[in-house]
Every structure is written in structure tokens, then in C-alpha cells.
């Protein structure tokens, strides 16, 4: 297997606090890999630094062979790395599908737009339905698929799904991560962040377990239950929690 | 009677004219949350434009509007480039600051280069009108209502149907959303701004033959696009027409209605920017905007 993303002792953070301390952690291609944390261990400002929305303070980020840090934040999305922000951040007052078009804005998803919005609209049904629609209007489940819906109109090879179950209900999240599992069979790459571990052991295969900025243990879900690694992370450290 | 309908008429004409006047300045706030206080100057260098290809070159203001409306917008982005992008994330005072300064500078350029003097431009439509019995239709009007109706429509289907005009309307929304689309949100922001200038210089150039062209109108003009954008709400189009024609009409019946109303009906858009301020501070249509 060839690795698709790399990221290697990642430091990053907000003005005045650094959050990541130092975060290694790779992904390689058609995997699916999770990275879980408790609130403000830094997953989210993992998920900024790659897409470029921070600006790291040190480490590297190669993506397909591509120094990701050199590249403007912008112009990523071309490259096949696309991010479904955490809490959605659908454009509210812009239509369902006039989102899913803005999704495929970029060079190498534009001349197939039509195809992959019809295959966004088989795997999301309900996207469909609610074409016209103003996406503001929509329930937190229904943005929720937009906004997966949106990173996919990119036609990435790599999706990075930053807390997709947040205040979902038990179902949205269950038609949720079915189709995120149909997308990583399709052979997309993924990494997830997530802080319903069950939900994220249903379609991962590796996962990074991260606290206080530093990445404390990683391998397979079945090594990282066994290990109690996943405990400590969300309920261990005695220190006081960073901010995010 | 005939005063009733004539009041209308004027209203809905002068409406057509503010319409255009502000709506450069709502959107423009909606997409870079700027308030471009010189938005007055890019209206005026239109008016200027359009008077000197008159002169000159003997150019009718309606086909040199075009060309103007380009060199302004070109201009604008270029300022946009050199000063604005800078205090894009400074406190609101920066900002105010920068523009205000900016619009005085621009004023006094024009005032060195071109003396104070006030001039128009003369048209054979500038002087002639439609006579209905006693209702009196200005053919300049009825021309710089339709100039402006086809540029408005031509901005709404561009930021409904073009690639472009959605992705100005995304960053609009979220610009850090737009980013994760790959849209380059600082090239919308100068695009944004050099439309938006152009539309003050389309405002200018069909003020040319309807008004009288000072180095010093665009503040004047740009105190009531800023009522009609508080009154129509921040940012919002639509609310930016209604609030033009709310003004028109105001000012309208005032300067037709009020002993000594002419007068008086210049000061109608301070009155109204102060009541929109106490009873209602989004505006119209606005929505809320967060203070930072």
C-alpha cells in the first residue's frame, strides 16, 4: 500500500496557544482512518492545519508525494483533498444543489459535475429531494449529508470528515456512516475524526489516539480497545485541557 | 391630482436611480463586510468620466458608460490590492478610517486636477420630457431609470446563474467555507470590489446629465446610499431596492408636500438613518450581523 497523506510532527495552534504539539500520523490509500480525542485534544486543529485553514507553526505535510504545506489553501481541494468542516458549515441561505455545485468549483471536478451530483444524489437520496431548498432550512442531518455531499463534489481521493455524528440522532448517524462506509468502499481514503468511537470503529480500520496535542497511541481498532489506550485519551490527563 | 401622480412618477424614477446608487455598497459590505466610504468617489470619477469623453471627445455619457465604468473598476481593485486587502482583519476603526481617509484623498485629487467648479453634461435628451396633460416625465430620467434597471438585473443574474457570481455569494456567506470549495476568497473580494465600483461609476455616468458633477457630490450621494443600505438591511439586495425606493419616495413627498419641502428633503435620509438606527437596527430584510 502506498501512503496517500503524511503528516510528520505537526505543530500548529491559534495566536497566542499552541495546540498541537506533535501530531506524526499517515494514511494510506483506500484506507479508512480515525483520529479520536477528547474536546480540544486537537483533532479539529488537525483537520485546519491540512486543509489550510491555520498555519502551521512546524512539521510537514506531504500529499501524493506534494508538499501540502506549499500549496495555497485554496488550490488543495485540486490536488484530491477535500474537508467536511466540523459543524457543517453549510452556505444557509444558498440552495441544496446550488451547495453541491459550489463543492465542485474546483478545476478537477468541474467537468464531471453533472455525474457526480447524480451519484451524490444516489447515496444521499434525501439531497434529492430537497434540491431547491435553502440549505439553511434543513435539519442538522440533512446539512450534515450536504455538507458530505459538497466534499465529495470535489472528486477527492482523500475525504477528511471532521466530527460528522455531532448532535445527530442514533439514526442520522447510522444512514450517515452507511454511506461513509459506501464512499470508503468506493475507494476514497479517509480519515475521520470523531468522538463516537462506536461509530467510528464501524468503518475504520486504524486509528490515531490523540490528547493534549500529541498523538498517544495508534494501530488497528482492535489493538487500541484492547490496549485501553482510547480510555486514557478521552477521560485520562490531569492537565488542564488546551484550547481549540 | 396631477401633483399626486407626478409625485409618484418621480418617485419611482429617482428610485430606479438610487436603486443603482447603493446597491454597490450593500453588496459589497455583504461579501467583504467593508464599508466602502468611498464608494461616494467611485460615483463621482464616473461622473467625471462620462463629462470629460463628453467634452472631448464628444461621446454621449450612455456609450462612454461602459469603458468608465471598467477604468474606475480597475482602479478600485488596484486600491483594493494596495490598502484595503491590508486592514481586511483590523478592527472596524482601521477600516473606517482607511476608507474615509481614502475618500477625501480622492476627493482633493479630483478637486486639484479638475478646480471645484460645478459642470454637467448636456444631452439632447437632457433638457426634453413627456408631457401627459399636466404630468411631466424628463426624458433623461426615464433613460438613467432604464440604464439602471438593466445593470441591476444584469448583477442579479450574474450572482444567481454565473460560476463566479455563486462563488461570490458563498464567500459572502462563509469564507472559510468558500476556501474548502477552492475558491481563492481574496480574488472574490477584489473582483467584488471592482464590480461594485463599477456600478458606482454606471451611477455616476448617468448622473452626468441629471445632476451637477462636483468633486464633492460623492459624499453627499453616499450619505443616502448608506440610509438606503441601513434601511434596507446590510448586505441584502433586495432589501437595498426597497430601501431606495423607500427613500425616493420620501424625499419625494417631502420636497412636493412640505412648505419650503426642497430644502428639507435633502435631510429626509438623515431622519430616516436615525429612526432605522432606534427601531430597527438590522434593517428591512437584514440579518443580524454579529459584533466582533
Known amino acids: ?244 | 391630482m396631477s401633483l399626486f401622480w407626478q409625485c409618484i412618477v418621480d418617485s419611482l424614477l429617482l428610485g430606479g436611480l438610487y436603486s443603482l446608487m447603493s446597491i454597490g455598497l450593500s453588496l459589497g459590505f455583504g461579501v467583504t463586510r467593508i464599508i466602502n466610504f468611498a464608494h461616494g468617489e467611485m460615483i463621482m470619477f464616473g461622473a467625471y468620466g462620462a463629462y470629460f469623453a463628453s467634452v472631448l471627445l464628444g461621446v454621449d455619457p450612455l456609450l462612454s458608460l461602459p469603458l468608465v465604468s471598467i477604468v474606475v473598476a480597475v482602479t478600485a481593485a488596484v486600491l483594493f490590492k494596495a490598502l484595503i486587502e491590508k486592514v481586511l482583519n483590523a478592527p472596524h476603526i482601521n477600516q473606517i478610517l482607511l476608507l474615509f481617509g481614502l475618500s477625501l484623498a480622492l476627493q482633493n485629487v479630483a478637486a486639484i486636477l479638475w478646480t471645484g467648479d460645478a459642470r454637467s453634461v448636456a444631452t439632447p435628451y437632457s433638457l426634453t420630457a413627456y408631457e401627459f396633460d399636466l404630468l411631466l416625465v424628463p426624458h433623461g430620467r426615464i433613460i438613467a431609470f432604464i440604464v439602471a434597471a438593466i445593470l441591476i438585473v444584469a448583477l442579479f443574474c450574474w450572482l444567481r446563474f454565473s460560476e463566479l457570481g455563486r462563488a461570490t455569494r458563498a464567500v459572502a456567506e462563509n469564507g472559510q467555507a468558500a476556501t474548502l470549495m477552492g475558491i481563492n476568497v481574496s480574488r472574490m473580494y477584489m473582483l467584488s470590489f471592482g464590480i461594485n465600483a463599477a456600478l458606482g461609476a454606471a451611477t455616476g455616468a448617468i448622473s452626468s446629465f441629471l445632476l451637477t458633477i462636483t468633486p464633492f457630490m460623492g459624499f453627499h450621494m453616499l450619505v443616502k446610499a448608506f440610509a438606503i443600505v441601513v434601511l434596507g438591511g446590510l448586505g441584502s439586495v433586495a432589501g437595498t431596492i426597497i430601501g431606495a425606493f423607500a427613500l425616493a419616495f420620501a424625499e419625494t413627498w417631502v420636497s412636493y408636500y412640505v412648505p419650503e419641502g426642497n430644502g428639507w428633503a435633502e435631510g429626509v435620509a438623515f431622519i430616516v438613518l436615525l429612526f432605522v438606527l432606534i427601531i430597527r437596527p438590522k434593517g428591512i430584510l437584514g440579518q443580524a450581523v454579529a459584533v466582533h
Not at chain 1, 14 to 24: A, W
Request: glycine fraction near 10%.
Open chain 1, 1 to 244: 500500500m502506498t501512503t496517500l497523506l503524511n503528516v510528520e510532527g505537526l505543530r500548529a495552534g491559534y495566536e497566542d496557544s499552541i495546540v498541537l504539539q506533535d501530531i506524526s500520523l499517515s494514511v494510506n490509500e483506500g484506507e479508512v482512518v480515525a483520529l479520536l480525542g477528547a474536546n480540544g485534544s486537537g483533532k479539529t486543529t488537525t483537520m485546519r492545519a491540512l486543509t489550510g485553514l491555520i498555519r502551521p507553526f512546524g512539521g510537514k505535510i506531504t500529499f501524493a508525494g506534494r508538499d501540502l504545506l506549499a500549496v495555497e489553501p485554496h488550490r488543495r481541494v485540486d490536488l484530491g483533498i477535500a474537508l467536511c468542516p466540523e459543524g457543517r458549515q453549510v452556505f444557509p441561505n444558498i440552495s441544496v444543489e446550488e451547495n453541491l455545485f459550489l463543492g465542485s468549483f474546483c478545476k478537477r471536478s468541474r467537468p464531471d459535475r453533472k455525474q457526480t451530483l447524480d451519484s451524490v444524489y444516489s447515496l444521499f437520496p434525501k439531497l434529492a429531494e430537497r434540491r431547491e431548498q435553502k440549505a439553511g432550512l434543513m435539519s442538522g442531518g440533512e446539512q450534515q449529508m450536504l455538507a458530505v455531499g459538497r466534499a465529495l463534489m470535489s472528486k477527492p481521493t482523500m475525504l477528511l470528515l471532521d466530527e460528522p455524528s455531532l448532535g445527530l440522532s442514533p439514526k442520522m448517524v447510522q444512514i450517515l456512516f452507511g454511506a461513509i462506509g459506501q464512499v470508503a468502499r468506493s475507494g476514497i481514503s479517509i480519515l475521520l475524526v470523531e468522538q463516537n468511537a462506536q461509530a467510528a470503529f464501524a468503518v475504520a480500520s486504524r486509528g490515531y489516539a490523540i490528547s493534549m496535542g500529541r498523538v498517544t497511541a495508534s494501530g488497528t481498532i482492535t489493538e487500541l480497545t484492547k490496549s485501553g489506550a482510547l480510555q486514557s485519551s478521552f477521560l485520562g490527563s490531569h492537565q488542564p485541557v488546551a484550547t481549540a
